[in-house]
């Protein structure tokens, strides 16, 4: 599957954007889809994961209830709402889709190994 995420751009702190990410090439409900975000200079480090059905999710815990994962099975996208964003949020987000089975809940798709497919990635920046 490819992944091609979108929506990145310059925003005040306080401000909000919603990133999509497009798939393609696979059978998009199949797969786990997670948000990860990668700071110059920094590893990079998970955000947010969702559910194949979009029933489940999971943050990271400095998301604080400000963003918001979904997906649209029948549109193959995965959007991430970030909401009150600050300076520190600021860094290049990637989508993540995983296909492999699992009886795990969400919490345990924090690391990139648990992710097969990557996309390029979105740049946020955030203004202070």
């Known amino acids: 599957v490819q992944l091609q995420a979108s929506g990145g751009g310059l925003v005040q702190a306080g401000g909000s954007l919603r990133l999509s990410c497009a798939a393609s090439g696979g059978t998009f409900s199949r797969y786990v889809m997670g948000w990860f975000r990668q700071a110059p200079g920094k590893e990079r480090e998970f955000v947010a994961v969702i559910s194949k059905s979009g029933g489940s999710t999971y943050y990271a815990d400095f998301v604080d209830g400000r963003f918001t994962v979904s997906r649209d099975n029948a549109r193959n996208t995965v959007y991430l709402q970030m909401n009150s964003l600050k300076p520190e949020d600021a860094a290049v987000y990637l989508c993540?889709?995983?296909?492999?089975?699992?009886?795990?809940?969400?919490?345990?798709?924090?690391?990139?190994?648990?992710?097969?497919?990557w996309g390029q990635g979105t740049l946020v920046t955030v203004s202070s």
């Open positions: 993540a889709a995983r296909w492999r089975a699992s009886a795990s809940g969400l919490e345990y798709f924090v690391q990139l190994r648990e992710y097969d497919y």
